[in-house]
């Protein structure tokens, strides 16, 4: 697969739409996903209470974040638990490496983890000679192939049934094609049962980690995050530093909001709680449990008042599901780890504005991603902030963000200034409306349609009454 990157965002968005397998499989998905989230939120009054206790229990616990980052270090030392900060996806990648050589391990077994695809552990510990094998079957398929995720809760759905079993029967031995989802399941799963025994060390996300308790939650559908967590005699979670709450009673209205926004679900078959290694008298579990705390940009984010409300993402995915945008092209055109809306107002604080500037741009503010967001992230106000720091710079009192201003566009910036001018006098701009007018006929053909789709609406008509009584004060 060719490397994407968010610098071409605009040529890969237009091969992706040029291609009608995924305008298909993105459209049949984005259409199953809404109608699921609608369902799951048939009671409307309900619904608002639902996402209103989530919203609210994210926005005390980051304004809470360092110290509910100190709380969770010593709840989570206490249990046994050994915890590890890391500033830099090269630093989250040398505690994961050293842990792995220590084991000399050739094969871990990692459950579902966006971080880990933000560090690009998979590509790192294959330099090593170190078999990063995925376990959730949407990871797995595209691990299969060399592709890459293309949704952060359905990393393969933008493959549909067909290609999938061509990639089955490329790369696992007495596999028949077939079409039938549950036989592809089962060969699936059959491949991946002998690497939970065989790995040396199991890793996976962490959805929510409680500082009262010192405990990592793990949400998931397949079973595949129990087994890594447990069959392998060393787990390694990794997580951003923003995913941590204040208490256990926070998860219950925050694990409501996720699964029903994500997939429709009331709730979903694994709920994970790890809260220390193997005691001794118990028959299975890890006897090592590492916590890697992932910064990466976003103590930058929480720095900013407004910014800060990036990091109530809890990775729904309900942003993408409804977004025009991401719903036609899919994730690969974004040529980031997170796609979509909320990719596009987090990858600048990952990777800066200069190379992930031109994300923000690519929607159409229709406002859907803010509406359907179950912790209220207003993504559509932030993503205005995010273009107009791409292009002019920061913003009166607010810290700085990398690359700021790396958007600029001097032509751009020297029309702009001229409408201004414009505005300010009406002759002029009377003059230079009629002219454009006049000029119509020798415009470039696509503007010329642009102009001739747009005209002036009429006013509507008024209502009767309003007329009578115009008439009586006559």
């Not at 809470?64 to 050994?82: D, F, H, K, S, V």
Request: glycine fraction near 8%.
């Amino acid at each position: 697969m060719a490397e994407h990157s968010p610098r071409r965002f605009t040529p890969q968005a237009q091969e992706a739409l040029a291609s009608p397998v995924i305008r298909q499989n993105f459209r049949g998905a984005m259409d199953y996903l809404r109608k699921a989230r609608s369902n799951a939120f048939s009671d409307p009054v309900e619904a608002d209470a639902v996402l209103a206790k989530a919203e609210a229990v994210r926005r005390r616990c980051l304004s809470q974040l360092p110290a509910l980052l100190e709380t969770l270090e010593q709840r989570c030392t206490a249990n046994g638990i050994q915890v590890h900060w890391a500033e830099t996806p090269a630093e989250a990648n040398a505690i994961i490496r050293a842990l792995c050589q220590r084991e000399d391990a050739k094969l871990v077994a990692k459950g579902k983890s966006m971080v880990s695809e933000e560090i690009g552990l998979n590509e790192h510990l294959a330099g090593l000679g170190i078999d990063c094998r995925e376990t959730d079957m949407g990871e797995f398929i595209v691990q299969l192939d060399g592709d890459r995720p293309s949704h952060i809760i359905m990393p393969a759905i933008h493959k549909n049934k067909d290609e999938i079993s061509a990639t089955f029967e490329q790369h696992l031995p007495n596999f028949e094609a077939t079409r039938d989802v549950d036989q592809l399941i089962a060969a699936g799963r059959q491949a991946l049962r002998e690497k939970f025994q065989a790995a040396e060390v199991g890793l996976t996300g962490v959805n929510f980690a409680v500082a009262e308790t010192g405990t990592l939650c793990l949400v998931e559908n397949e079973g595949n995050g129990r087994m890594c967590s447990t069959i392998p005699r060393v787990h390694i979670a990794v997580t951003g530093i923003e995913k941590v709450v204040e208490q256990l009673s926070d998860i219950a209205p925050l694990y409501s909001a996720l699964t029903r926004s994500a997939t429709g679900q009331a709730i979903t078959t694994y709920f994970n709680m790890v809260s220390g290694p193997r005691r001794p008298g118990e028959w299975d579990g890890p006897e090592e449990v590492h916590l890697v705390l992932l910064d990466n940009g976003r103590s930058q984010a929480f720095a900013d008042d407004e910014l800060r409300q990036t990091l109530q993402c809890i990775r729904c995915g309900a942003c993408m599901n409804h977004c025009p945008v991401y719903g036609r092209i899919g994730g690969h055109a974004y040529g980031t780890v997170y796609p979509g809306p909320i990719g596009k107002i987090i990858s600048p604080h990952l990777l800066g504005l200069d190379d992930a500037g031109e994300l923000p741009t690519a929607s159409s503010l229709c406002g859907a991603c803010g509406e359907v967001c179950p912790v209220g992230i207003p993504i559509p106000a932030l993503l205005q902030r995010l273009r107009v720091e791409a292009k002019h710079g920061a913003s009166a009192g607010h810290p700085p963000l990398k690359g700021q201003g790396a958007k600029a566009n001097r032509l751009e910036a020297l029309a702009m200034k001229g409408f201004a001018w414009l505005a300010r006098h009406p002759r002029c701009y009377r003059a230079g409306t009629w002219l454009a007018r006049r000029l119509a006929p020798f415009y470039p053909r696509r503007l010329g349609a642009w102009g001739q789709c747009r005209v002036t609406p009429k006013p509507a008509p008024k209502p009767l009454s309003q007329l009578l009584k115009e008439q009586r004060r006559v």
